[in-house]
């Protein structure tokens, strides 16, 4: 009767949904954090398997994927891959002047006395850009154990190519590795609850919210910026592209994909949560299996929101004046600065003293503002992280529906 009595609440539980899970393990998280901060620290090896287990299978089901869907593509499929581009991009840009525009109605000041991180920002977009393209053809065994996805998807790609005209045995072996990849990763998001769990606990434990409240101003700037985004932007463009009401698709997103980003903070640990949810819409694979991986990568809408912001709120502190034509100018550095965001150590942070250069600021006072921004980390990364992972899916679903 004992066994019966303990499975059939676990059974209960099960059933709920792993949305429903997720919740009640953030709750959890946050009562052990508030009872027992010493414990709440220990619970942070439950997410940091979670993350590592996301992280590590992430790279290879993405170029299994990428060169399974390449390899049994048909002549007459459309991926529609250039729509899904023109949204990433449109969309960052439009991110990075509702950026700048919430900036300016709401102008935020620092108190500039955070010690620069001795970190080494990227000197100029050149350097950006270059490193982009480096990724581009660094050795594929190196690119998936670093996780670099731009290398990961070229080589997918070139070998999915290649792989066009192999025998029918071939390109069975490929796709049964891929769907074999995919159930191994719904292993491992079933184990969400438990890791999210385990990262809230830890995070209310080790930061609290005493050290976010003096920046208040900001991070409520940079939070109703994302909200636009999420909430009035990106639905406008998906209506734009489906014709019908938009909410139920980003919402559905914003709940499956980017509750997860918001806690494990990594774009690329949530590539097979996306892969996932794409299933689930039932989009098409060719798409969704390159878009979703590149989307992590360029399509980086919170990254533009954070680099405009904290360079204006540099701006507005040190007393420099900005023109329309400047703010034009912040906004497209931005955007092109976003896109290659995770080609540099240390992710959009470290991309503020490349967008503080064109107001003639110095990298030492640039800097200060790296260290403030994270600070803020806790809360400004996690919903960045939200928006640019759902924003993966909510466009690529957008642009597999209008067909």
């Known amino acids: 009767m004992t066994g019966s009595t303990l499975v059939s609440p676990l059974q209960k539980l099960l059933r709920i949904g792993l949305v429903p899970q997720i ?39 993405v170029f299994v994927l990428v060169a399974s869907a390449i390899a049994n593509k048909q002549a007459s499929d459309n991926s529609a891959m250039r729509p899904v581009l023109v949204l990433y991009m449109f969309g960052t840009f439009l ?41 581009v053809v660094d050795n594929p065994i190196n690119a998936l154990i670093a996780g670099n996805y731009i290398g990961v998807l070229a080589w997918a790609v070139g070998l999915g190519i290649a792989l066009q005209h192999a025998s029918k045995n071939t390109k069975l072996m490929f796709s049964d590795l891929s769907h ?13 609850p438990l890791g999210i769990f385990g990262l809230v606990a830890d995070t209310i434990a080790t930061t609290g919210f005493s050290a976010l409240a003096s920046y208040g101003r900001l991070i409520a700037v940079l939070l109703s910026s994302m909200a636009i985004i999420a909430f009035v932007v990106n639905p406008a463009l998906v209506y734009f592209k489906i014709r019908r009401n938009p909410y ?12 997860t980003a918001f806690f494990t903070r990594s774009s690329a640990a949530n590539i097979p949560v996306n892969l996932q949810l794409c299933e689930k819409l039932e989009l098409k694979e060719e798409l969704y299996s390159v878009s979703i991986p590149l989307g992590a990568t360029i399509n980086m809408a919170g990254a533009a929101i954070t680099i405009t912001v904290l360079t204006l709120a540099t701006v507005h502190t040190l007393g420099v004046q900005v023109d329309f034509a400047s703010a034009i100018l912040l906004s497209l550095l931005a955007t092109v600065s976003a896109c290659g965001a995770s080609g540099v150590a240390g992710g959009s942070l470290l991309l503020i003293p490349l967008a503080c250069s064109l107001f003639g600021i110095p990298n030492d006072v640039a800097m200060q503002v790296v260290a403030i921004g994270f600070i803020i980390g806790v809360i400004q990364d996690s919903a960045e992280t939200a928006l640019n992972s759902s924003t993966d899916v909510v466009f690529t679903a957008a642009v597999s529906q209008s067909e």
Do not use: D
Request: glycine residues 6%; proline residues 6%; aromatic residues 4%.
């Open 23 to 61: 919740v009640i393990g953030i709750l959890l998280g946050i009562l052990v954090a508030v009872a027992s901060p010493e414990l709440g620290k220990q619970l942070s090896l439950l997410g940091t398997v979670f993350v590592k287990a996301l992280k590590a299978i992430a790279p290879l089901l």
């Open 95 to 135: 991110a990075a002047l509702v950026a700048v525009v919430l900036s300016f109605a709401f102008p935020t000041t620092l108190v500039l006395e955070a010690s620069p991180e001795a970190i080494a920002a990227p000197e100029g977009i050149s350097q950006v850009l270059k490193t982009l393209l480096l990724q």
């Open 180 to 192: 074999g990849l995919s159930s191994l990763v719904k292993f491992i998001i079933r184990l969400a």
């Open 248 to 259: 139920p698709l980003v919402l559905r997103c914003l709940r499956e994909s980017g509750v």
